[in-house]
């Protein structure tokens, strides 16, 4: 993943090789947004059965949907990752959990 930086965490998980489709993936998506001038952006991916849902907001409210992947493996259900475009990098990390 050149030009991404991976929290120490979120390394852990993209070294997985069941988790190296989405990581794949992800990088792809911020070379777009990079070429594209999006802001720092948030990505959720959720699975429902065997699928996997992508999608993505920007801190404008700006959403950008994915293909569904019909298939796959990943061992969480969901997951919620932060980027931020900084120093010629993007920055990857969890996103905070929602508080009540």
């Given at each position: 993943m050149?030009?991404?930086?991976l929290t ?8 997985r ?7 794949n ?12 001038g999006?802001y720092?952006l948030?990505?959720?991916m959720?699975?429902?059965g ?6 993505a907001?920007d801190?404008k409210?700006?959403?950008?949907s994915?293909?569904i ?13 932060r980027?931020?475009y900084?120093?010629?990098f ?9 508080t009540?």
């Amino acid at each position: 993943m050149k030009d991404v930086h991976l929290t120490n965490a979120v390394k852990l998980l993209a070294q997985r090789s069941d988790c190296k489709w989405f990581f794949n993936f992800l990088a792809k998506q911020l070379h777009v947004m990079d070429a594209n001038g999006v802001y720092p952006l948030t990505f959720y991916m959720r699975k429902h059965g065997e699928e996997f849902h992508v999608w993505a907001r920007d801190d404008k409210g700006e959403i950008y949907s994915y293909p569904i992947k019909p298939s796959g493996t990943f061992p969480l259900d969901s997951i919620k990752l932060r980027a931020v475009y900084e120093g010629n990098f993007w920055h990857v990390s969890f996103g905070k959990a929602a508080t009540s």
